[in-house]
C-alpha cells in the first residue's frame, strides 16, 4: 500500500497513523487472541469521531478492509485484518454518567472496568461481561450477557441510543425515534452495520453486592449442576449466578491439592439486600461436598474484574464455541462431566450462563437478538497460552462442543463464537436473519463492514443462496 498513500489519511486525522515501519506496529497490531497472527498495512488509533468518519471514506475510496477495535477481545480476532486498515478506539474510553436521569454516554474503546469504575461512583450499573477487560463495545453489540441480566436484561436491551459513522462516512443517531431499524439491528446484530462511535446506556440502582464462588469436585457436576439449575429456578431475579467448570484456580479458600484439578464451580452475587444474601446461597452449600467457599460484600465492580486474572491476560492462544440451551438438561450436564477431564488450562472455562427473567420478557423481534426463549448460554472457552499445543487443544473444543450441540438449540451466541462459525450465522439470528439483512442491504449495500460474523446484504444473501457456495472451517 505504500507510506505514502496513508500520508493522505495522515491529513485527515488527529489520531495517530501506525504502518509496519513504524516502532510501535509489533505492538499495536495485535489483539487479546494471541491465535490471531494478522499484518494489518496501517492502525489507526482514532481520536475523535472526525477520525473515523475519514478513515471509513479513505478505506472505501481504496477499496481496502477495515477492522474495527474496541476491547479487542473479539474471539476470532475481528479487531485486526490482513493488509487493511484497523480503526483503534482504544484511546477512546471515556464514560459520563448522569446519575440524575440514571444514564451513562460510554465511548467505543471503554471497557467494562472503565464502565462500572464511573457508574459505581454513583451507586448505579448497566449488565455488562464476566470480564472487566471485555470492550463495551463488542459485547453490547453481540447481544451482552453478564450477572445482571436476570434482572435487567442484556447490555443490548439497555442501550438508549448510539453514534454511527455508516458505510460512506456519514454520522447518524440511532434511537428508538431516529433511524430506528438501524436501531433495532445494532442490538445484537453485531458491528454489521456501521462504526459505533458511542452509546447511550440505562443505569440501575447497583451497589454493594452479596458475591458468592462454590467449588466442587466435577465428577459430581451432574448432581451439582442439577440442584443449581433447580435453585436458581426458585431464586429472585436479583441473584445472577452462572455454573462453570474449570481446573481449580490457586485461590486460599480452595485446597492446594485441587489446584489445577477439574472443579466444578457457582459463581455470581445476589444484588438485593446484602444482609440477605448468605441465606440465599445456603442451597448451593447443602447441594454436595464443598471444596471450598468464598462469600463476601463486595463493590459491584469488585466482581466484574474478579476472573481477569484468569480469562483476560493478553496473548493467550483462543478458540470458542457456543450454543443456546432451552434448559440445562441431565444430558447436558452429562457432557459437561464427560469433557471436564480435558479442560485445557486454568485459563479455559466451560460456562452456563442463565439468561431468563428479564431477558425473557422482551420479545423476539424487538431487537435483533433473537434467542429469547432459552435459559442458558453455554460457551466453551479454550484459552492456554504456548501454540504448541494448539493441535491437541482445539480439538477438545471441538468435541465438547460438538457433543453438547445434540441438545441445544441451532443457533447459539455470536459473542462466543469463532471464525469458522460463519456457516452459523442464520441460525444465530433465527428469525430475525431477513430483517437483518435487509437493513444491512439499506446500511452497508455494497458489505464494506463484513471483518466479523457477517450479515451480507439482502440481495448478496440471495445470489449467495442460488450459488450455494460450500464454506470450509480453517484448519489450526
Not at 73 to 96: E, I, K, N
Not at 161 to 189: H, I
Not at 197 to 214: I, Y
Not at 462 to 472: I, K, L, N, Q, R
Request: glycine letters at 12%; one cysteine or more; a negative charge.
Amino acid at each position: 500500500m505504500g507510506t505514502e498513500r496513508f500520508d493522505v489519511l495522515r491529513e485527515q486525522v488527529r489520531g495517530q497513523v501506525i504502518e509496519d515501519d513504524d516502532p510501535e506496529y509489533e505492538a499495536a497490531r495485535h489483539v487479546f487472541n494471541g491465535m490471531v497472527d494478522r499484518r494489518p498495512a496501517a492502525i489507526l488509533r482514532v481520536s475523535q469521531v472526525a477520525d473515523v468518519m475519514a478513515a471509513v471514506r479513505f478505506a472505501h475510496g481504496l477499496g481496502i478492509d477495515v477492522a474495527l477495535r474496541g476491547g479487542g477481545h473479539s474471539a476470532p480476532g475481528f479487531g485486526t485484518v490482513d493488509g487493511g486498515l484497523v480503526l483503534d478506539f482504544s484511546a477512546r474510553r471515556g464514560v459520563r454518567v448522569d446519575p440524575a436521569a440514571r444514564t451513562a454516554r460510554v465511548e467505543a474503546g471503554a471497557t467494562w472496568a472503565d464502565f462500572n469504575h464511573a457508574t459505581h461512583a454513583f451507586g448505579l450499573a448497566s449488565t455488562g461481561g464476566i470480564i472487566g477487560t471485555t470492550g463495551v463495545a463488542g459485547l453490547t453489540l453481540g447481544g451482552g450477557i453478564g450477572y445482571l441480566a436476570r434482572k435487567h436484561g442484556l447490555s443490548c436491551d439497555n442501550v438508549i441510543s448510539a453514534d454511527v459513522v455508516l458505510a460512506d462516512g456519514t454520522f447518524v443517531t440511532a434511537s428508538e425515534t431516529a433511524n430506528a431499524d438501524l436501531f433495532w439491528a445494532l442490538r445484537g446484530g453485531s458491528g454489521n452495520f456501521g462504526a459505533v462511535t458511542s452509546f447511550e446506556f440505562r443505569l440501575h440502582p447497583v451497589d454493594t453486592v452479596h458475591v458468592g464462588l462454590v467449588f466442587y469436585d466435577a465428577a459430581l457436576g451432574a448432581d451439582i449442576g442439577a440442584s443449581y439449575r433447580e435453585w436458581l429456578a426458585d431464586e429472585p431475579e436479583e441473584m445472577g449466578a452462572f455454573l462453570g467448570f474449570h481446573q481449580g484456580p490457586q485461590v486460599p479458600f480452595l485446597p492446594e491439592e485441587w489446584h489445577g484439578r477439574p472443579v466444578a464451580v457457582v459463581a455470581g452475587m445476589w444484588t438485593g439486600d446484602v444482609d440477605a444474601g448468605p441465606a440465599h446461597w445456603q442451597p448451593l452449600l447443602d447441594a454436595g461436598p464443598v471444596l471450598g467457599s468464598m462469600f463476601a460484600p463486595l463493590p459491584y465492580p469488585a466482581l466484574n474484574v474478579m476472573f481477569d486474572g484468569l480469562s483476560g491476560i493478553p496473548g493467550l492462544q483462543g478458540y470458542w464455541k457456543a450454543d443456546f440451551l432451552r434448559t440445562l438438561s441431565d444430558d447436558a450436564l452429562r457432557v459437561a462431566v464427560e469433557h471436564s477431564p480435558g479442560i485445557p488450562t486454568v485459563h479455559s472455562a466451560n460456562h452456563f450462563y442463565p439468561i431468563d427473567g428479564a431477558v425473557q420478557r422482551v420479545a423476539p423481534d424487538a431487537t435483533a437478538f433473537p434467542y429469547r426463549d432459552v435459559r442458558f448460554a453455554p460457551v466453551i472457552a479454550g484459552q492456554w497460552p504456548d501454540p504448541s499445543e494448539n493441535s491437541q487443544n482445539i480439538p477438545w473444543v471441538r468435541d465438547y462442543w460438538s457433543a453438547l450441540h445434540e441438545y441445544s438449540e441451532p443457533g447459539g451466541y455470536i459473542n462466543f463464537q469463532d471464525t469458522d462459525d460463519q456457516s452459523r450465522i442464520e441460525a444465530n439470528y433465527a428469525g430475525n436473519y431477513a430483517r437483518l439483512s435487509a437493513v444491512k442491504a439499506t446500511y452497508d449495500p455494497d458489505n464494506f463492514f463484513h471483518v466479523n460474523q457477517n450479515i451480507k446484504p439482502a440481495a448478496a444473501a440471495a445470489a449467495d443462496a442460488v450459488a450455494a457456495p460450500t464454506e470450509g472451517a480453517p484448519t489450526f
